[in-house]
Nanobody, 121 residues
Framework: QVQLVESGGGLVQPGGSLRLSCAASGSIFTINVMGWYRQAPGAQRELVAAITSGGSTNYQASVKGRFTISRDNAKNTVYLQMNSLKPEDTAAYYC???????????????WGQGTQVTVSS
């Protein structure tokens, strides 16, 4: 009932920048938390950054000062601006959204399909 469409991944050189976007659509009453996770080959999926409806943010220590998460509540869209990218940032990045559906206000959690970010020279 909730669909997420991600965009913005790609190949970038070390030190470069990328901006990821994730738009949510469907029977949404409200979105509480929007976030980005990543998963490198052979590794567990890990939280990169998250933002609440009130604008409070949480970052993984390794990306603090380099990545910025933001959201446009009117568009149900979350962004991840990634600067000073390092090879160790290479991973599949997944959007995560949780909130309430418009029918019966039941809780939902949705994941995006993933977008690949590769940092390499």
């Amino acid at each position: 009932q909730v669909q997420l469409v991600e965009s913005g991944g790609g190949l970038v050189q070390p030190g470069g920048s990328l901006r990821l976007s994730c738009a949510a659509s469907g029977s949404i009453f409200t979105i509480n938390v929007m976030g980005w996770y990543r998963q490198a080959p052979g590794a567990q999926r890990e939280l990169v950054a998250a933002i609440t409806s009130g604008g409070s943010t949480n970052y993984q220590a390794s990306v603090k000062g380099r990545f910025t998460i933001s959201r446009d509540n009117a568009k149900n869209t979350v962004y991840l601006q990634m600067n000073s990218l390092k090879p160790e940032d290479t991973a599949a990045y997944y959007c995560y959204v949780e909130g309430l559906l418009s029918n019966a206000y039941s809780k939902f959690e949705s994941w995006g399909q993933g977008t690949q970010v590769t940092v390499s020279s």
